[in-house]
């Protein structure tokens, strides 16, 4: 079996269950998040930083541990689905890439006992997958090595992560500056038809006039 580094909430062989952005009947406008299973249920933080929330929520996450990267403020990592009275860290507690953070479930909206890894940017949930140094695309049979992964690869990735978030918002927003643009032109387009159609009448009736 081939085992690479990866940096993900278990230790040791995984599956990848449900890749960000697959369409389902629970997930009405699209998977937020990536799910994991694995044999061995302990969960891990995957990445340096502080807790936010250890929160509940049943129609949803279940328990939940939200956690904010060092030196990144705009990006939280959250762990879904876990047993319900499993979570070992508390709000402000600061934890590092191997704290236990709790036992992989099923609480809140899930089927069956995984992990559902979020990313989320300003509040937007991005894909983890490059983060997580994984594929995103279904796979059973994975191993995580080791933890090689350390502190300057997290602010490396979570940099990239960052400058990808903002160029494709930017991107947005100059293609949504465009299509106003064409908007007003077409509007412009009207009104000077109009004229052309005015004074095209107008010569119709002198021409009248001269016969
Ligand atoms: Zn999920």
Same mark, same amino acid.
């Given at each position: 079996?081939?085992?690479?580094?990866?940096?993900?909430?278990?230790?040791?062989?995984?599956?990848?269950?449900?890749?960000?952005?697959?369409?389902?009947?629970?997930?009405?406008?699209?998977?937020?998040?990536?799910?994991?299973?694995?044999?061995?249920?302990?969960?891990?933080?995957?990445?340096?930083?502080?807790?936010?929330?250890?929160?509940?929520?049943?129609?949803?996450?279940?328990?939940?541990?939200?956690?904010?990267?060092?030196?990144?403020?705009?990006?939280?990592?959250?762990?879904?689905?876990?047993?319900?009275?499993?979570?070992?860290?508390?709000?402000?507690?600061?934890?590092?890439?191997?704290?236990?953070?709790?036992?992989?479930?099923?609480?809140?909206?899930?089927?069956?006992?995984?992990?559902?890894?979020?990313?989320?940017?300003?509040?937007?949930?991005?894909?983890?997958?490059?983060?997580?140094?994984?594929?995103?695309?279904?796979?059973?049979?994975?191993?995580?090595?080791?933890?090689?992964?350390?502190?300057?690869?997290?602010?490396?990735? &979570?940099? +990239?992560? /960052?400058?990808?978030?903002?160029? !494709?918002? $930017?991107?947005?927003? =100059?293609?949504?500056?465009?299509? %106003? #643009?064409?908007?007003? &032109?077409? +509007?412009? /387009?009207?009104?000077?038809?109009? !004229?052309? $159609?005015?004074?095209? =009448?107008?010569?119709?009736?002198? %021409? #009248?006039?001269?016969?």
């Amino acid at each position: 079996m081939a085992s690479y580094t990866t940096n993900i909430p278990v230790n040791n062989v995984f599956n990848v269950t449900a890749v960000f952005g697959q369409s389902g009947s629970m997930w009405k406008n699209g998977h937020k998040g990536v799910d994991i299973t694995a044999d061995n249920k302990s969960l891990y933080s995957i990445c340096d930083g502080e807790v936010t929330v250890v929160g509940w929520d049943a129609d949803g996450w279940g328990r939940y541990v939200s956690i904010k990267p060092n030196g990144f403020e705009r990006i939280r990592i959250i762990l879904c689905h876990l047993v319900k009275d499993s979570v070992k860290v508390k709000v402000g507690d600061k934890v590092t890439r191997v704290t236990k953070i709790g036992t992989m479930g099923t609480t809140g909206n899930s089927t069956g006992v995984h992990v559902h890894v979020e990313m989320r940017v300003d509040n937007t949930a991005v894909d983890p997958t490059p983060y997580m140094l994984i594929a995103n695309k279904k796979a059973s049979g994975l191993e995580d090595t080791d933890y090689k992964f350390n502190s300057s690869d997290q602010n490396a990735a &979570l940099t +990239a992560v /960052l400058a990808a978030f903002d160029t !494709k918002n $930017s991107s947005e927003s =100059s293609h949504a500056e465009c299509e %106003k #643009k064409i908007k007003s &032109l077409e +509007a412009e /387009l009207e009104s000077v038809k109009a !004229k052309l $159609s005015a004074a095209e =009448s107008k010569i119709q009736n002198v %021409k #009248k006039i001269i016969a």
